[in-house]
């Protein structure tokens, strides 16, 4: 249990200034400067993943975390300026392991994990940063100082659920010293240690803030802001409609849907794209699914979907709102009609000819869910040229999405 008395002073040069100065001030004469702390956590008492040692610029907080835990606690890392972020972490640890840790504090972007990080933005550091300490942790615990200090605090936020989301599914724990109240909420901690109060409180595990996004219709020119964060080709197809969902008038996601060609009354998702300072907490999900809603209720069509990335995929499989037409598997997904009484009765996805074999696991998914409640609403959106008059929002949670 981290218990004791943490001191730490300096000397003092009794010079004509300091022996002026208490004078002043009727300050005591003293040979040295002390500031100490009685630090009592009992965090051996319960088990516990996360917690928050949290107070104003020179609280201590810093100090204490340094004299209880040592080596664990982690404020950055020396990464390569001329490589690929990937090969900053450890040298025997495989690649999968490696992008599994990036996609798990919400940093699931390929693109980016080919960059140096020191030309990656402030929040896609400050999740690498935390992949990387968990990477080196493996089952001990891991101290982050100055957690989201240099992020923007809707980014500092989201990263915080992310991270806590990652934490807990690993089975790890990780303590983040911060002067930023405003994440507590979205990390959860177990525990919150202010020592500015010397206080200690255990706390429960509530249901973290949902967030409200808005989906707006727009034309392809949006897509400059998000092609480069997408796995696959930045090429949008001609006929594409897109939309972007946006977190407190911030535009944060991008949608694209386009008809499936040879078959009719049948529509297709093309691309979807979450920025990264805003993945890990289901955004990239809500959008997808509330886009698929729209469809549904404006067209009448049915709407699918074929996806390469890990994260859509394990999501989807647990989706109510989704069925899965095709498993994972390193072939690409071709569409057939079985007809009866001259009319198409159903859509069935097939392995395509071996010659045709891709080198990426893709599944086929199928919207299942309701189409938007409002279909006047659905039909003008989908139907709007670009003048963001119409609106829908949708909400994500912690344990589930609501589109619609």
């Known amino acids: 249990m ?13 010079t004509a200034r300091v022996v002026q100065l208490e004078g002043y001030f009727d300050l005591p004469p003293s040979k040295r400067s002390e500031v100490a702390w009685d630090v009592d956590l009992p965090i051996d008492d319960r088990p516990w993943s996360i917690g928050l040692i949290v107070g104003p610029s020179g609280s201590g907080k810093s100090t ?8 664990r606690v982690v404020a950055g890392f020396d990464w390569p300026a001329d490589r690929a972020l990937v090969d900053g972490f450890p040298p025997g640890l495989p690649v999968k392991t490696i992008t599994g840790l990036l996609s798990s504090v919400g940093f ?12 990656l933005s402030t929040g896609e550091q400050f999740r690498v940063t935390i992949a990387r300490a968990l ?11 100055e957690f989201t200090s240099v992020v923007d605090r809707r980014v500092a936020q989201v990263g915080s659920a992310a991270v806590a989301k990652a934490v807990r599914r690993a089975n790890q724990q990780l303590i983040a010293v911060t002067c930023h109240h405003d994440v507590e909420a979205w990390l959860q901690p177990d525990w919150v240690y202010q020592p500015h109060l010397s206080d200690f409180q255990w706390r429960e595990l509530q249901r ?12 392809p020119a949006a897509w400059a802001r998000f092609r480069d964060h997408h796995y696959l080709s930045g090429v949008l197809a001609p006929s594409a409609r897109c939309f972007v969902t946006c977190l407190d008038d911030e535009p944060v996601g991008f949608t694209a849907v386009m008809p499936l060609v040879g078959f009719k009354d049948h529509w297709r998702e093309h691309r979807t794209v979450c920025l990264p300072e805003f993945q890990g907490v289901g955004i990239g999900m809500a959008q997808s699914a509330l886009v698929a809603s729209l469809a549904v209720a404006a067209t009448g069509a049915q709407y699918s979907s074929i996806t390469s990335h890990p994260a859509f995929i394990a999501a989807r499989a647990r989706s109510p709102l989704w069925a899965m037409t095709r498993a994972p598997s390193f072939v690409n997904g071709q569409h057939r009609t079985v007809r009866g009484g001259g009319r198409v009765a159903r859509l069935v996805t097939t392995q395509a ?5 891709s080198l990426r696991m893709t599944a086929s998914f199928r919207y299942v869910g309701p189409p938007m409640a409002d279909a006047r609403q659905a039909r003008a959106l989908w139907e709007e040229r670009f003048v963001t008059t119409t609106k829908v929002s949708t909400t994500t949670g912690e344990a589930s999405t609501t589109a619609g």
Request: no cysteine.
């Open 2 to 14: 981290p218990r004791g008395r943490v001191v730490r002073g300096v000397p003092v040069q009794r």
């Open 135 to 145: 990477a080196d942790a493996g089952d001990r615990l891991t101290v982050i100082d």
């Open 64 to 71: 204490i975390a340094r004299e209880l835990f040592g080596d």
């Open 353 to 357: 000819p071996r010659k045709t074999q």
């Open 208 to 219: 973290r803030p949902p967030l409200t996004l808005t989906l707006t219709r727009v034309g």
């Open 108 to 119: 699931s972007s390929p693109p980016a994990w080919l960059r140096p990080f020191g030309v």
